[in-house]
């Protein structure tokens, strides 16, 4: 199957976005150390601002750290080495966080080995992260048919998975892996996840249409 | 009734002792980074290690709804092999991250002297990251050993009241308590202290920076056995609030001295979708 470069439709946040949101809930001292922190890595120095990339879930919150750490790599315009490095050596949080700053920082696809990382852990947090615009634009078919089906499996919603309706559609190969999917849980008396017919029927579309008599249930 | 284990080894547990621990009222727990059993042979080997405290085990703690830090360190008994030293010059990236609470466990195992220079480098360490220290008390030769622990503190540029001495008892307790450290006792099944014992401990001595952990690893050892002191306090006439003081308070006052404890659980299913980047808003 050849798929279009699919814009992933996922939500690709831009620093705007994102300083504005953070503008309004952090509290006053965590906003005081957010701004040092971008100015540090505006300046990009040296790798003092990787520090703060650290340690943002303590001065802002873990609720917040997130969406902090996306704008220090953003202000820091982070090349792909960097991304690399911080993502290697950093905690599930940092890396989480790399994944969602890769659509806006790196155009091509050198950073998709930190997405095949994060793949093939079982932590679904990262399995979510993973998935974003990025994975949609740059994954190669085999590996985005696999991390679908293992968002199924680990239970993140395919609501998580950027671009699915323009990658999944018409997938022959997906339709077949989910279908076969849902033979074994049925086999097992297990139920179907309500998410794997919402995907089967994206991908079997063109199929059923070129095949008319090719889909058995 | 909140409980917190302020020292058990969740790498070495089960998911049914999450679900047991989460039902019997524990909701946070640390996990010092200690001796595998295995020995292991190389720095790499540690880091694996350490990323896992990071990543793997704060994850499977939060589907049970328990808040997971960790304290990282080279242990005393590593200290003697050469081969692992070298991951001394790895821990300061390590120690910035957001759970790490404290330095520990560190500490003497054999009292030789690379566990001296392992233990004074890492006081050195926790002073300069503003971490507590988790210091454990040897096995063998627990007196000389804590005689020997609290004067590698004392010569440390880390405050005393930033050192939790772990693994006390009844020979132990009042040296310690005298010398204004933090006070852990851990309870175990078959050695160490029990729950009896812990309870006349407190009774003797007061809860005032007493800490109870299960210490509950591979070996022999009960991953619910604060809540079993717990349960034997408020038998033998201690308060609900005496409870909560040993068993959540205390612990929290204690690796809250990092600035870094943050009890609140975020379910792994509110990180799932993209848009969780601006959670929190609402
Ligand atoms: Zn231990």
Redesign the interface.
């Known amino acids: 199957m050849t798929h279009s470069p699919a814009t992933g439709t ?2 690709e ?1 831009t620093p705007d ?2 300083r504005d ?1 953070l503008d ?2 952090l509290h006053p001292a965590a906003r005081a150390w957010l701004r040092q922190a971008l100015d540090e890595a505006t300046a990009n120095s040296g790798s003092g601002w990787e ?1 703060r990339v ?5 001065r802002c ?7 902090a750490r ?1 704008l220090i790599l953003y202000a820091a315009h982070a090349d792909p080495a960097t991304l690399a490095r911080l993502y290697h ?1 950093g ?6 966080a790399v994944l ?1 700053a890769l659509p806006h920082l790196v155009p091509g696809p050198d950073a998709i080995p930190l997405v095949e990382d994060a793949l093939r ?5 990262l399995l ?2 993973a998935l ?2 990025y994975a949609a634009r740059h994954l190669d078919a085999h590996s985005w048919r696999h991390a679908v089906l293992k968002c199924l499996f680990t239970g ?2 395919v ?2 998975v ?1 671009g699915l309706a323009a990658r999944g559609r018409g997938d022959a190969e997906l339709a077949r892996m989910l279908a076969d999917y849902a033979a074994e849980r049925t086999a097992a008396d297990r139920p179907v996840p309500a998410d794997l017919y919402r995907v089967l029927d994206l991908a079997a579309e063109d199929f059923e249409a070129d095949h008319p008599h090719g889909k058995e249930s | 009734m909140r409980l917190f284990d302020p020292h058990i080894h969740m790498t070495s547990r089960t998911t049914d002792d999450y679900e047991a621990m989460r039902a019997a009222g524990i909701r946070a727990v640390v996990e010092p980074s200690f001796w595998l059993g295995q020995p292991r042979t190389s720095p790499a080997s540690f880091l694996d290690y350490f990323d896992s405290l990071l990543g793997w085990e704060p994850f499977r703690a939060a589907q049970h709804d328990i808040a997971h830090h960790c304290t990282l360190a080279l242990n005393p008994k590593e200290a003697n092999d050469p081969r692992c030293v070298p991951v001394l010059d790895e821990l300061p990236r390590y120690l910035v991250k957001d759970q790490v609470v404290a330095v520990g466990e560190i500490g003497y195992d054999s009292m030789t002297s690379a566990e001296d220079t392992a233990l004074a480098a890492q006081l050195q360490l926790a002073a300069d990251h503003g971490l507590p220290a988790l210091v454990h008390t040897p096995h063998r030769d627990k007196l000389a050993g804590l005689r020997r622990t609290l004067d590698a503190v004392r010569e440390s540029a880390l405050p005393m009241d930033r050192v939790l001495v772990d693994h006390l008892n009844e020979t132990t307790v009042k040296e310690a308590k005298d010398s204004g450290c933090w006070l852990g006792f851990s309870v175990y099944p078959v050695t160490k202290m029990d729950e009896r014992r812990m309870v006349a401990i407190l009774r003797a001595y007061g809860p005032e920076k007493v800490l109870v952990n299960s210490a509950a690893d591979w070996g022999r050892s009960d991953p619910l056995k604060t809540r079993r002191v717990a349960d034997l306090m408020l038998a033998e006439g201690f308060t609900e609030d005496d409870v909560d003081r040993v068993l959540w308070r205390n612990p929290v006052a204690f690796y809250g001295l990092s600035g870094r404890l943050d009890l609140e659980v975020t379910p792994p299913e509110a990180t799932h979708e993209g848009n969780s980047l601006l959670r929190g808003g609402e």
Request: hydrophobic share 35%.
């Open positions: 996922g939500p946040f976005v994102l949101h309004s809930h520090l650290a340690e943002a879930g303590r919150g873990s609720r917040h750290a997130d969406a996306v050596q905690s599930a949080a940092e890396r989480r969602c852990t079982n932590d679904t947090r979510a992260a974003g615009p993140v919603p609501d998580a950027a």
